[in-house]
């Protein structure tokens, strides 16, 4: 059996696999974050609202299991998936904001700003960006000092002005004359770069080679465009109920998509190459990691 055939075969097992790993995560995040307390309990409280809305969770559940490939412990890996949710979701905030996409609803629920109002949005999305790199330099997440400094620059790296927020201008800023390999690229930024940190984390904790490493960065360069496809498909077929946010907005602003590029027929084929090639670049690590093998495949079936 192909590793493809497995993989497809394996995608029944994903939505409990994931739900256990949100579970852990959940967990991970309620101890890490502070309680609302004192005269700045305003803000910890809107970080706890912003960031406990539920979602898959699937930059942990990539940290997760691209750790166990390496025979790290899950009191690690789960610190780091803490970690990148919360930087994750300090983005998700700030995006919803007026002056940015102008969401009123995220996850089924109102915007952090729509809850609270603008200016604790804004110091919640802060104070979960910074509380990101708090929780990787603690030595409960890996007691090698190198290894928690790796940590932190690469995910510095990936959420910074050659990363998510590169994307993120590139996306405010685009316009009709976007083609194909732009709108790739800005989508490997703005999205995709989370997702290689997220697969990159577990061999820089489990200290495995360059070549374990560049093996699941390009993983995530696949299964990130194949999520964003998806995402994009969602946008157009999909509606607000089910995905738990506004859809129609990248046509109402006149965004290029891959959809709007390929058309729905050709998005879809270009997310199935997508999905077989993010398999293939495992190797032979597919066979170990079923859920990661499985993803991509999962992503194409997704209705939220």
Known sequence: ??????????????????????????????????????PQARVQEAMRYAIMAGGKRLRPFLVLHSARLFGVDDSRSLRVGAAIEALHTYSLVH?????MDDDDLRRGRPTTHIAFDEMTAVLAGDALLTIAFDILSDARTHPSGDVRCALIARLAEASGHSGMIGGQIIDMLANETFGIEDVINLQRLKTGQLFEFSCEAGPILGGASAEDRARLKSYAEDMGVVFQITDDLLDVISTAEKTGKAVGKDSDMGKQTLVTLLGLDGARAEAQKRASRAVKALGSHAARAPELSALPFFLLDRDA
């Open 95 to 99: 995006d919803d904001l007026p002056c």
């Open 1 to 38: 059996m192909s590793d493809n055939v497995k993989a497809r075969a394996d995608v029944g097992l994903l939505p409990k696999a994931i739900a256990a790993s949100a579970k852990l995560v959940d967990c991970a995040l309620d101890a890490v974050l502070p309680r609302p307390d004192g």
